[in-house]
């Protein structure tokens, strides 16, 4: 009687057991899916980063060390200080240039607006 009531708890515990791994799986799926993504995100912000001070250093009308860049998401926010309106624009034409990049923001300090 003792190994029928072992048996039978057995039976109804391994469909659960079951389920439970299944769902579990499931979740670090996910887990390492998001991760994944959030990899990429930060692969292509760093990118964009890279590729804005690129393009500012080769840039003679900018001085690129007065300008500090910061990509999240693909939306790059232009922060630091430029002589003239002319060069805020220039830096953000250069950005917006960069197909990754879905908005720019400029906070740039502007000397002799």
Known sequence: MKQLKIAIFLA???PVLIVLNVNASRKVEESF???EFQLEDAAVDAMI???AKALFIQ???LSARDIHVNTQE???VLTGEV???FEENV???LVESI???RAVRSELKVWLA
């Open 74 to 76: 693909q939306i790059v």
């Open 59 to 61: 840039e003679p009308t």
């Open 49 to 51: 980063t890279v590729k």
């Open 99 to 101: 197909k990754e990049v």
């Open 83 to 85: 002589d003239t309106q």
């Open 91 to 93: 830096a953000l034409n």
């Open 33 to 35: 899916k998001k991760a």
């Open 12 to 14: 109804l515990l391994i």
